[in-house]
């Protein structure tokens, strides 16, 4: 989860916060400091703002890394945000880390799915506040679209429409 995309979680929090449960799945670190890139396999910059850690290499390490995200940054980004926060398991299968939910779901940080009570994902987004790229504005980016494609399947997952629901988008990965 990005500093950029908690503006429109704090958003749909609001309109939708004693409907439905924001939950964080705690994946692995995608801007580690000092450590190899998930995706270039280079060495991430250290001093870069988005590396707040390291890459944890043990559960128990993600587990530690995960009960302190939400004060990541200025403390306030991400605090109040999600009613739950899951992590994603690792485990050493002939020596390679595994991650269920960043392989299945898409090896993306800023990932978004609606899935309804019954299982079934109604919408997935692999960037949460958008769909696609963002809109450029002369202020920049916008999200907007994304956050109204976000309300819009909430809105019809909580009135239980079938079909009215777009179905989950393919998800590269």
Not at 9 to 28: P, T
Not at 40 to 56: E, H, L, S, W
Request: aromatic content about 10%; charged content about 15%; glycine content about 12%.
């Amino acid at each position: 989860m990005t500093q950029a995309t908690a503006p429109t979680i704090r958003k749909l929090k609001a309109q939708f916060g004693s409907s439905v449960h924001f939950v964080a799945v705690y994946i692995l670190e995608v801007h580690p400091r000092g450590a190899p890139n998930p995706y270039m396999g280079q060495p991430y910059d250290p001093n870069d703002k988005f590396a707040v850690t390291g890459q944890p290499l043990t559960f128990d390490e993600r587990m530690k890394a995960a009960q302190g995200f939400t004060k990541a940054f200025d403390g306030k980004v991400f605090d109040g945000l999600f009613d739950i926060i899951l992590v994603d398991e690792m485990t050493d299968a002939s020596g390679l880390l595994h991650n269920p939910v960043w392989s299945t779901y898409g090896s993306t940080p800023n990932g978004g799915w609606i899935i309804g009570q019954d299982g079934k994902v109604k919408l997935g987004q692999l960037f949460f506040s958008f769909v696609g790229m963002p809109l450029m504005t002369p202020e920049g980016p916008t999200l907007e679209p994304g956050e109204k494609a976000l309300a819009a399947a909430i809105t019809e997952c909580l009135n239980d429409k079938v079909g009215s629901v777009p179905g989950p988008m393919p998800l590269a990965g």
